[in-house]
């Protein structure tokens, strides 16, 4: 076991312990659902850097697996959505977040009529090897977990979730991620890792690990402010700004020109005609905005039209458009 991954656990079982509140920082507005009553202890616990649930993922009572389940508020909302037996698969490393967990959820069932406490199957686990079966699972979803990996375990962890996935399955994820160079000081701070800190990446980087594992399309479904290192409180010379993340990856066929990511971009065409048709599947109507992923946006801007703009990218993707 690497060391970093037992400083991880350590943090973690005090947080089950102890809750800590504040130890991540959610920047995404808790969800406020009919019939929802999220207990203060989950609230309490709630270690993440943005959100995993999204309904329109959870359409059809999907089965999900969430790993790293912190005090068991994402399992109560995919829950909600499910309330079937079994239907969410609950995996933490540590067993005394498992044991916070149960008790948190206990008080869900006393407090949410719609909610019983088999709806949900926690299991001890890891990560890096998943007691999940093969292509068993419909969305996969972690929050502020795998930024604590280095590059091998990050790359086990996202080939564990393309395993368990079904085909057109979707894995969802919230993490920090950093534009600017992290010092190797910080980036080897075992704590600072686990504290979802010193771990993040950019986001093309990101994107690239999630995508070289197989996964044909990626949408950033957020981007927002997380946090701030600077020279006062820790060891680097410039100030570095961390942004959160959601992104959802699904496990599409790779296309022959390589994954879509869709970042947020839009293309409008303005031109004389109704539409424009580029030969390749690709269709704008005038003066209509469509979503295009970023490979699409380049070929667009690459053809040198004047009536056609494309916007930069948002980081903000809500489905449809184009690839």
């Known amino acids: 076991m690497n060391t970093y991954l037992e400083t991880a656990k350590d943090v973690y079982k005090k947080a089950a312990e102890?809750?800590?509140v504040?130890?991540?920082c959610t920047t995404t507005p808790i969800w406020q659902l009919p019939d929802l009553d999220i207990p203060t202890e989950m609230l309490q616990m709630n270690y993440g850097c943005g959100s995993t649930v999204h309904p329109r993922d959870l359409s059809g009572s999907p089965?999900?697996?969430?790993?790293?389940?912190g005090g068991g508020m994402e399992l109560l909302q995919f829950a909600y959505f499910s309330r079937s037996q079994g239907k969410i698969v609950g995996v933490d490393a540590v067993p005394e977040m498992l044991d916070a967990c149960r008790r948190n959820l206990k008080l869900a069932e006393a407090s949410n009529s719609w909610f019983a406490g088999d709806f949900i199957d926690l299991r001890q686990g890891d990560a890096l090897r998943l007691n999940v079966e093969d292509e068993s699972i419909d969305v996969a979803a972690q929050n502020c977990l795998f930024n604590i990996f280095d590059a091998g375990d990050l790359e086990k962890a996202l080939a564990e979730m393309y395993r368990v996935l079904k085909p057109y399955g979707r894995l969802v994820l919230s993490d920090p991620v950093c534009e600017t160079p992290m010092p190797a000081v910080l980036r080897e701070d075992e704590r600072?890792?686990?504290?979802c800190l010193s771990g993040a990446l950019p986001l093309r980087d990101y994107i690239k690990r999630i995508t070289d594992i197989g996964f044909g399309t990626v949408e950033v479904r957020a981007k927002r402010p997380y946090r701030i290192l600077d020279s006062k409180h820790y060891e680097t010379e410039q100030t570095i700004y961390i942004e959160s993340v959601e992104i959802c990856a699904i496990k599409d066929p790779m296309p022959d020109d390589g994954p879509c990511v869709f970042t947020g971009k839009t293309a409008i065409y303005f031109g004389r005609d109704e539409s424009y048709d580029d030969g390749k599947g690709h269709t704008l109507i005038y003066n209509q905005p469509v979503p295009v992923c970023d490979k699409t946006a380049s070929a667009f801007a690459k053809l040198g039209r004047e009536d056609i703009f494309i916007s930069e990218s948002t980081y903000f993707y809500d489905g449809g458009g184009c690839c």
């Open 18 to 20: 102890d809750p800590q």
């Open 22 to 24: 504040g130890l991540c």
């Open 63 to 69: 089965r999900v697996l969430y790993v790293g389940v």
């Open 192 to 195: 600072l890792r686990a504290l």
